[in-house]
């Protein structure tokens, strides 16, 4: 079967630096989502990696090894605008999403 | 886990047409489901709230008419695209409210229906 895991819940202080984690077991792999999600809001965007590597785009970074099945989401100088749901999905070899539970992240001052 | 699925995966259709897209919670009842549009790499646009024996309710800027939706059981939720035309060809995504007791509130996503109108 496909699956995606990710840790159900985190917490960090304001100002440090998390990483989540996702790893996936998918028939077949056409890129690896992230995505924010504050409660009652849709999902915003993060990132799309599709390549093996590390993407940076300011205070996010997300990294995929496709040969692991891995795939971490680093968010530095966490502010407390950053606590929020954070989704991980994989488009398999269809062109379906599969979706992570989603972590939950808690920013403490 | 919660699961959502959604029928179909792959729509194909011609200009003019309607196209019917299922969804539906496979473990649990939800009374609430979300239907979203995502163009590439972007984030979801959420469309429309679907509320199990009520109207959806939908966000500006997405008729009504065109989108309908329909939400006639706990685990189904339907949005029908009326007179399909190129622009509407996107990927659809539904989503399902677990709000099964205590604290649990849950969203769980659905994987999604490409659809393309030629």
């Known amino acids: 079967g496909q699956n995606i895991d990710q840790p159900t819940e985190m917490t960090a202080t304001e100002g440090a630096i998390v990483q989540i984690n996702c790893t996936y077991q998918?028939?077949?792999?056409?890129?690896l989502f992230w995505y924010q999600q504050h409660a009652g809001e849709a999902p915003t965007f993060l990132s799309y990696?599709?390549l093996d590597g590390l993407e940076e785009k300011g205070r996010f970074s997300s990294f995929l090894s496709r040969s692991k099945g891995y795939s971490y989401l680093l968010l530095k100088e966490l502010q407390m605008k950053d606590s929020a749901s954070y989704l991980c999905?994989?488009?398999?070899?269809?062109?379906?999403?599969?979706w992570g539970a989603g972590t939950k992240l808690i920013i403490k001052p | 886990g919660a699961v959502v699925s959604q029928h179909p995966s792959w729509v194909i259709c011609k200009s003019g047409t309607s196209v019917k897209i299922e969804c539906r919670s496979l473990?649990?009842?939800?009374?609430?489901m979300f239907w979203y549009r995502q163009f590439p790499k972007q984030s979801l646009m959420l469309m429309a709230t679907?509320?199990?024996?009520?109207?959806?309710?939908?966000e500006q800027g997405v008729e009504k008419d065109k989108f309908l939706i329909n939400h006639a059981s706990l685990t189904l939720s339907t949005l029908t695209v009326t007179s399909a035309h190129p622009e509407d060809s996107s990927f659809y995504i539904c989503?399902?409210?677990?709000?099964?007791?205590?604290?649990?509130?849950?969203?769980?996503f659905g994987p999604g229906t490409r659809l393309t109108v030629l």
């Open positions: 989503s399902a409210r677990d709000q099964g007791g205590g604290e649990t509130d849950t969203q769980y």
């Open positions: 473990d649990f009842q939800a009374t609430t």
């Open positions: 679907s509320n199990e024996g009520s109207k959806a309710t939908y």
């Open positions: 998918t028939s077949g792999f056409n890129g």
């Open positions: 990696n599709v």
């Open positions: 999905a994989v488009m398999d070899s269809n062109y379906q999403l599969i």
